[in-house]
């Protein structure tokens, strides 16, 4: 049976880089594929955003978006309250994530408030990292993607790393990412949704879960399942072929 | 070593290179190692100084416009070849223009400059004039974030001794002119009217840099583009309205040829010739590899370039019919293909084949964008083979959308020898 479900997409043009909004877009999708009616709602303030939604998707920005956007995210704040006790899937990529953590520490020291929706704390001083890296994650699924991103992140009380990377260069800590009920969030950059479709369809059955559904793959889902494990192959093979 | 034998020694590289078919940065290497000093002694006393052009894209075309441009009013012009921009490009290109005593036959060097050796380039010999096309998100892999390429080009601007010219449609540039003319530095700038701007649906396509608090900038305009439609571009240069045939559409391609002209008349005052202007752009070529068309067994393949996000973008809001036949071919030369989400295909209603090492990350993003694909052939020789069937087969052309090092491999196996960069 088709139902309506609403993706809240935040602050698309501040925390969009690199096709890290593409989140929304892809979740989206997923579910059209699967019969049902969804909509993508552009957030920018409190004023336009829905009394309630089904998933939030927050994107990356660069280092001179952090200081407006935790402004712009302060905000939004009750809004994310609500959201969060109704049960939302929260999907962060990047500095979206870390902004929605409990605080950052900018690449010049500077301790930024984080939203507090995902129990995490980031630290941009270490340094910039940019490569391809993969793994498996916590479900023991091969994943990969890119990471193009500053720091590391610490998780809090009550969160899990989303994968373990294998090999992955000097510096860069060898857990990625985080999970825990109703929250997702990776430093994997723009389509990590895209590259590792087991993870969408992760966000995709709870979120249905919470409506009683249960998830329907048709033939898009395999077709991409196809393609992602081709694409994620190539990115293993170029990573081993280089140690 | 001394002047003289390291010359010897570079242009015997340079014609061994040669020999082996196209051209290469290593005499420059070569010559540079033996002679650290060269490229302040052969362009260090130009007469008429030295201008370099940076920016995330259009430095090829706009340094090669500046350069026909001041060709057709009688200046002798030293200049790179396209792509050529690092030190050992611009090395190679003295080695190929200079005498075997080392000099320079020229009245003003017109230099492309790449964002991250801009800096090592300006120590070696200072520019006269910087000119800045714009700051683009390029190359995130590489430069992390476009703050970085904004702090690199201020630098370098910073470095002028003339003067810095602008493209006043780029934000980020204003901002930039804004903070280098507070330390006293002459900014000019070309504008880009309302109208011009409305002809591409993504407009200059700036990288999205928050310039919140910058100060506003107060600069000469030097030239102003109208309006644009195809290849045609009509803009104003003091009190002269210049009409202008270019190689190829585009509003990136006039916004280049604004600021080309808009350079010329910086450099000459009120003596540019709005007839010699016109006939020097009619009579221009797109640069290497950018809207190219190449043939291979008889049939045309048309090379769009996806060097970034919004040089693809750009060319794509140029596209006006949906192409019939369209490849695309993407290799390791773009590491990170996520921005591929942030574009909009326009025109684009299905890919015919899918080549190199991330045709498959382009599959998944044609799925989720609900846009058909065909093959994904991924050798690139077998790819080039099976289209050119096609193209034979349907009797019309290849679009190709290809990354750099994907244009240059199937110019490669399609026979054209000459390589960019080459001097």
């Not at chain 1, 602050?11 to 993508?40: D, T, Y």
């Not at chain 1, 995490?120 to 023991?140: I, K, M, W």
């Not at chain 2, 493209?167 to 070309?190: C, F, M, T, Y």
């Not at chain 2, 030239?223 to 309205?241: D, E, I, P």
Request: net charge negative; proline share 5%.
């Amino acid at each position: 049976m088709t139902q309506w479900f609403t993706i809240a997409r935040v602050l698309p043009e501040r925390l969009g880089l690199n096709g890290s909004s593409a989140s929304a877009e892809i979740l989206a999708k997923s579910l059209r594929e699967m019969g049902h009616e969804v909509s993508i709602v552009d957030v920018h303030g409190p004023a336009d955003a829905p009394g309630s939604v089904d998933i939030v998707t927050v994107g990356s920005g660069s280092s001179s978006q952090v200081s407006p956007a935790a402004t712009e995210l302060i905000g939004l704040v009750r809004v994310f309250s609500q959201w969060k006790n109704s049960g939302a899937q929260w999907v962060a990529i990047g500095m979206g994530w870390d902004l929605l953590g409990e605080s950052l520490i900018t690449a010049d020291g500077e301790s930024v408030p984080g939203a507090g929706v995902f129990p995490s704390r980031a630290d941009y001083r270490p340094g910039r990292f940019s490569t391809e890296v993969h793994g498996l994650d916590s479900q023991g699924r091969e994943s990969a993607g890119y990471i193009n991103h500053l720091g590391h992140s610490e998780l809090l009380e009550g969160a899990t790393p989303l994968m373990t990377l294998e090999n992955p260069p000097e510096g860069l800590p060898v857990e990625e990412g985080l999970t825990a009920p109703h929250l997702f969030a990776t430093r994997v950059g723009g389509p990590a949704l895209a590259l590792n479709p087991h993870w969408a369809m992760d966000i995709v059955s709870e979120t249905l879960a919470s409506r009683g559904l249960t998830p329907e793959p048709g033939e898009f889902h395999q077709r991409v399942e196809a393609a992602a494990s081709k694409a994620r192959s190539l990115i293993i093979e170029r990573l081993r072929s280089r140690r | 070593m001394g002047k003289v034998p390291a010359f010897v020694v570079a242009k015997i590289l340079r014609f061994l290179t040669r020999l082996r078919g196209g051209g290469s940065a290593f005499p420059g290497l070569v010559l540079l190692r033996l002679r650290p000093q060269v490229l302040a002694e052969t362009l260090g006393d130009l007469r008429w100084g030295r201008v370099f052009v940076s920016g995330s894209n259009g430095k090829s075309t706009t340094t090669t416009m500046i350069t026909s441009l001041l060709r057709a009013h009688g200046l002798r012009v030293f200049s790179n070849p396209a792509g050529g921009n690092l030190p050992q490009g611009l090395a190679s290109a003295v080695v190929g223009q200079a005498s075997v005593v080392g000099r320079v036959k020229a009245d003003i060097a017109v230099l492309e400059v790449d964002e991250a050796y801009a800096e090592r380039i300006a120590n070696a010999v200072e520019p006269s004039w910087v000119v800045l096309t714009n700051i683009q998100v390029d190359q995130l892999n590489r430069f992390g974030e476009p703050e970085r390429v904004y702090a690199m080009l201020r630098d370098l601007a910073a470095r002028a001794t003339e003067g810095v010219i602008i493209n006043a449609a780029d934000p980020n540039l204003v901002a930039l002119g804004a903070e280098v003319a507070q330390k006293g530095l002459k900014v000019l700038s070309i504008e880009v009217s309302d109208e011009a701007l409305s002809t591409a649906s993504h407009g200059v396509v700036a990288a999205p840099f928050d310039a919140e608090g910058a100060e506003p900038l107060s600069s000469e305009s030097v030239a102003t583009l109208l309006s644009t439609a195809g290849s045609h571009a009509t803009m104003s240069v003091g009190n002269q309205k210049c009409e202008l045939d270019l190689p190829a559409p585009g509003l990136h391609y006039a916004v280049d040829a604004t600021i080309a002209v808009g350079t010329l008349a910086a450099l000459l005052g009120g003596e540019v010739k709005v007839e010699t202007v016109t006939d020097a752009m009619r009579e221009g070529t797109p640069v290497y590899g950018r809207g190219e068309t190449i043939t291979y067994k008889g049939q045309d393949f048309e090379l769009t370039m996806m060097k970034n996000l919004p040089s693809l973008q750009a060319n794509l809001d140029a596209m006006v019919d949906s192409p019939a036949l369209v490849w695309v071919a993407v290799d390791e030369g773009t590491p990170d293909p996520s921005w591929l989400y942030d574009i909009d295909l326009g025109v684009i209603d299905h890919v015919d084949v899918l080549s190199g090492t991330k045709a498959w990350q382009w599959a998944l993003f044609l799925e989720h964008r609900g846009i058909p694909y065909g093959d994904v052939i991924e050798d690139t020789a077998q790819a080039l083979d099976h289209l050119q069937g096609l193209s034979l087969e349907r009797d019309v052309a290849v679009s190709a959308i290809v990354n750099y090092e994907q244009m240059m491999l199937i110019r490669r196996l399609a026979g054209y020898k000459e390589l960019e960069g080459a001097a």
